[in-house]
């Protein structure tokens, strides 16, 4: 598949990024890696059958999406477009549709997580297609806590946390796309555990059956 990774802003994407490209080479997939996403704007962002979010984007740090570039991000989607997005990458504070087309994710200032540190991650549905060949596994990750969660998504990965079920793996359609979403994926640790590498391809996958 043709993947267009979008990366970059205030996160160790330094070192996830080269993981993530890799893994998904090996598995075959042809990955353009962009750190200023002009791509959204352009035409030819058609020509990729998914975009990879492993990224921040916010005015505050001179890295936000451009409104030419918001628009040909949602009509991407919403015309059939995969979409894979990662651990941070649907914050986007300025612009309200991102956790619409994403399905939810962190809210600076609602959301948290405790320190960086080992848990469990639970597949609570194992029928779903992006559980395919995963079991319950453990990492070494941020646990987000909180998110904004959409309504009609369809969560299949989470962990409990302070007496609550955190929600962090599940998938939705924006329009005629279909969107794939993963808390998980702080930094290089996260992007190197098996379960989490699986996951994405899994989530490729999904999103860009037709």
């Known amino acids: 598949m043709r993947l267009l990774l979008l990366t970059g802003g205030k996160h160790p994407y330094h070192e996830s990024t080269p993981i993530l490209t890799r893994l998904l ?56 477009g995969g979409l894979i997005s990662i651990h941070i990458s649907a914050e986007s504070p300025e612009w309200p549709e991102m956790k619409k087309i994403t399905g939810g994710g962190w809210v600076t200032g609602v959301s948290n997580h405790p320190p960086f540190g080992r848990f469990t991650v639970h597949v609570r549905n194992k029928a779903h297609p992006c559980a395919r060949g995963i079991r319950d596994f453990e990492t070494d990750d941020e646990l987000y806590c909180d998110l904004n969660i959409q ?22 359609k924006y329009g005629k796309g279909k969107v794939f979403n993963l808390a998980l994926g702080h930094n290089g640790i996260a992007h190197q555990n098996r379960g989490f590498q699986k996951l994405v391809l899994n989530g490729v996958a999904w999103a860009t059956a037709r």
């Open 25 to 80: 080479r090996g598995a075959g997939h042809t990955v353009k890696v962009s750190k200023s996403a002009r791509e959204l704007a352009s035409p030819t962002v058609k020509n990729y059958d998914a975009i990879v979010l492993n990224t921040r984007r916010r005015k505050d740090t001179d890295n936000h999406f451009t409104t030419a570039q918001e628009n040909g991000f949602r009509q991407y989607v919403a015309e059939g």
């Open 151 to 172: 309504p009609g998504i369809d969560v299949f990965l989470g962990a409990p946390h302070a007496g609550k079920e955190r929600p962090l793996g599940w998938t939705h």
